[in-house]
């Protein structure tokens, strides 16, 4: 059984929100080596999340 490539995004430029089209993913922070650990996050229901670590706001948009 094949398994789902989670993508990563990187916040390099910053900003306070980022609009996505994925509610699973991992946020990198920005890229290396200015990354932070690698967090999964799942919206579930939700239209967003804010990572922990960076406090980037994600927002689902389809």
Do not use: W
């Not at 993508?7 to 946020?27: L, T, Y």
């Not at 229901?45 to 922990?52: G, L, R």
């Amino acid at each position: 059984m094949a398994q789902a490539t989670i993508p990563k995004i990187s916040n390099d430029s910053g900003d306070s929100e980022i609009f996505v089209s994925v509610r699973e993913f991992e946020c990198t922070g920005a890229s290396a080596p200015h990354d932070h650990p690698h967090i999964y996050l799942d919206m579930g229901s939700e239209d967003e999340i804010i990572c922990p670590y960076c406090s980037t706001r994600y927002r689902f948009k389809a």
